[in-house]
């Protein structure tokens, strides 16, 4: 069993930045791959990005490359979500989520354990 709770989400003007985490409960974090998705309202929940257990591996959305990073700290069951130069059209509830083995990194339905979600908007 993880809990997920993430923090960080706010209001920001376009081209600023935010850095979202997601803190774990539970003694087996670094067993886990961590994904982020967004939803915005009307839309369906997107992928963000995805980082491997060990962190080595990382994959984001095309829509994200070059912007966001993913980055993990196994020994404080923390992921994180580094959002620079961030776009309107970034704006989104970001919730993050735990598997021990997605078959799809990418798709959210097969990530077990999800956060509740912190918002961010961005302003133009």
């Known amino acids: 069993q993880v809990q997920l709770v993430e923090s960080g989400g706010g209001l920001v003007q376009a081209g600023g930045s935010l850095r979202l985490s997601c803190a774990a409960s539970g003694r087996t974090f670094s067993s886990y791959v961590m994904g982020w998705f967004r939803q915005a309202p009307g839309k369906e929940r997107e992928f963000v990005g995805a980082?491997?257990?060990?962190?080595?591996?990382?994959y984001y959305a095309d829509s994200v490359k070059g912007r966001f990073t993913i980055s993990r700290t196994n020994a404080k069951n923390t992921v994180y979500l580094q959002m620079n130069s961030l776009k309107p059209e970034d704006t989104a509830a970001y919730y993050c989520?735990?598997?021990?083995?997605?078959?799809?990194?990418?798709?959210?339905?097969?990530?077990?354990?999800w956060g509740q979600g912190t918002q961010v908007t961005v302003s133009s």
């Open positions: 989520a735990a598997d021990v083995d997605p078959v799809e990194h990418s798709s959210w339905y097969h990530y077990e354990y």
């Open positions: 980082i491997s257990w060990s962190g080595g591996s990382t």
